[in-house]
């Protein structure tokens, strides 16, 4: 076991070098590691490290959603209104619409199973948007309509909406049916969700004013807290529903709520720990996918999310009819709301590992969105943002150049 955490990290830090120096977000790397890594080619991962591989998966996007939730000004939200709510499920939903029209036409799969494809290519990658947004946000680049902090709070939100669907569509493919109740179970789990984490971020801002310790003990407390979240919401399942990602990333809004100081240290403890996180995502995604069966389904999986994507960005102007955004800004937020990565890493493999038929379908799918639109995404930004979006003049104007410099 010794050698294959050897070999995983030597591995997929090198690959994301390399990445990098192509201008190429590093998690394509990391994946590539997982792929070279896996039991389809070379065979040097550990069989205890791929049996625990979904407990290590869902670890990742507890990081994720905590650093996200910390990092969530929920002022912020309130000052962006509507569009930061439509910004939230609108774009997930017209997208989801998409790959249930799309779906059965390109494989073999009930429109059920197409649901469920949906809601793993729906979600935002918070690896590709995040750092990028807060770039933006220090140099000025959409500052005076608050567009940075709309994509922040708005895919930290999708994230969570395609999650909840998600588990409703695997639940409804296990029992073998869906049933209109599977959909009021969904804003019954995301306003049980947003009631635990907020009081349970009350609760932890207190507890961590009352009592001293170090940060390092207080991100150990957040993290068993967000593993009773996942338990509870699994132990009550049959008769209430939860979501306990959504507590998650909630519990982290009212702590930076409360406690901002404390939130933007906690921030850096988790950017830190994200580090190994990250390696051991995409690294297990990559480990489970086998490259034999890719070619098959090559071009249908082209086909679909070319598609997805146009549906996404059609959903992305239909959230922001009304709102203040000229024609360009509008541009430049569809095209940030394109990149998959984070959540499609998490979840696409557990279909699978679920025993569902058509389980690695949707992992190769998920795969190869991955590989697509995380570097297509990620260099749309960078090069559309001095080009799309207003600057604050002054100080942030000399910063202008930098920006076009680094996307150039």
């Known amino acids: 076991m010794l050698l294959s955490i050897a070999l995983i990290i030597i ?17 394509i790397g990391m994946l590539l590691a997982g792929i070279l890594l896996g039991p389809y080619v070379l065979n040097l991962i550990a069989d205890p490290i791929l049996e625990v591989s979904s407990e290590l998966r869902q670890m990742a996007l507890i990081v994720i959603l905590l650093r996200a939730g910390l990092a969530l000004k929920l002022e912020d939200f309130k000052k962006m209104g509507k569009p930061a709510l439509l910004m939230a499920f609108v774009p997930a939903t017209i997208e989801l619409i998409g790959v249930i029209i799309l779906g059965p036409l390109l ?13 793993i290519l729906a979600a935002v990658s918070p690896a590709v948007v995040v750092p990028r947004m807060i770039r933006l946000m220090e140099s000025g680049y959409g500052k005076k309509k608050h567009i940075p902090q709309l994509i922040l709070s708005g895919a930290s939100l999708d994230d969570v909406y395609v999650i909840i669907l998600f588990t409703s569509f695997l639940q409804a493919i296990l029992h073998g049916e869906f ?28 507890f961590f004013k009352r009592f001293h310790m170090r940060d390092t003990v207080k991100v150990l407390i957040l993290f068993s807290i967000s593993f009773l979240f996942l338990v509870l919401e ?6 209430v529903f939860l979501s306990g990602l959504l507590a998650v990333m909630t519990c982290g809004g009212m702590i930076h709520h409360r406690y901002p100081v404390l939130a933007k240290r906690l921030v850096s403890k988790f950017e830190k720990i994200w580090v190994i996180a990250e390696i051991i995502l995409f690294v297990m995604v990559g480990a489970a996918v086998n490259l ?26 239909l959230a922001l009819l009304g709102s203040k955004l000229h024609a360009k800004e509008k541009l430049f937020v569809s095209l940030a709301y ?21 389980g690695y379908m949707m992992l190769a799918v998920a795969v190869f969105a991955i590989i697509v639109t995380a570097p297509l995404g990620a260099i ?8 799309l979006l207003d600057v604050e003049m002054g100080q942030n104007q000399s910063k202008r150049s930098t920006i076009e410099e680094k996307s150039s």
């Open 179 to 206: 049933s209109m109740m599977m959909l009021v179970q969904v804003p019954s789990a995301i306003l049980l969700g947003i009631g635990l984490g907020l009081g349970m971020g009350y609760l932890s801002v207190y």
């Open 380 to 387: 749309l930004i960078d090069w559309t943002a001095p080009h």
């Open 338 to 358: 394109l990149p998959k990565a984070t959540v499609q890493a998490a979840i696409g493999a557990i279909p699978l590992s679920m025993g569902i038929s058509s």
């Open 107 to 119: 494989f073999p799969i009930s429109f059920l199973e197409a649901a469920l494809l949906g809601s």
């Open 234 to 239: 699994e132990s009550i399942k049959p008769t």
């Open 292 to 317: 034999s069966v890719m070619p098959s389904i090559g071009l249908s999986a082209l086909l679909l999310v070319i598609g997805a994507l146009l549906f996404r960005m059609g959903g992305v102007y």
């Open 11 to 27: 591995i997929s830090l090198m690959l994301a070098k390399i990445m990098n120096l192509l201008k190429i977000p590093s998690m």
